[in-house]
């Protein structure tokens, strides 16, 4: 497993589940190239393990502006790549 750089910029929610957040994050990083497949991997991985629904967005350069459950909100960058996940009702 590689070892990444993790900022967090932003977060909502406990620290138990930054850190599991982020572990399955910078898995997604190991095992997928795309964007689109480390996103698809984060989703999948934070709606099995926290429960549905979570966006994710991956990538360089995006602007954002969300709405997100209470405690449910990261965005935070892995190397110098962005991820923004979030849960909204």
């Given amino acids: 497993m590689t070892e990444h750089k993790i ?3 932003s977060v909502d ?3 138990a589940m930054q ?3 982020v572990a399955l994050a910078s898995k997604a990083f190991d095992e997928n190239k795309l964007e689109k497949d ?3 991997h984060v989703k999948r ?3 099995r393990q926290f429960g549905p629904t979570w966006h994710v967005v991956v990538g ?3 602007g954002s ?5 209470t405690g449910n909100f990261i965005y935070f960058y892995v190397d ?3 991820v923004l996940l979030f849960k909204s009702g």
């Avoid at 502006?65 to 459950?69: A, G």
């Fill in 7 to 9: 900022t967090v910029k």
């Fill in 13 to 15: 929610m406990s620290e």
């Fill in 60 to 62: 360089r350069n995006f």
């Fill in 45 to 47: 991985e934070a709606d």
């Fill in 38 to 40: 480390i996103a698809a």
């Fill in 65 to 69: 502006y969300v709405t997100h459950e």
């Fill in 80 to 82: 110098h790549t962005a």
């Fill in 19 to 21: 850190n599991e957040i």
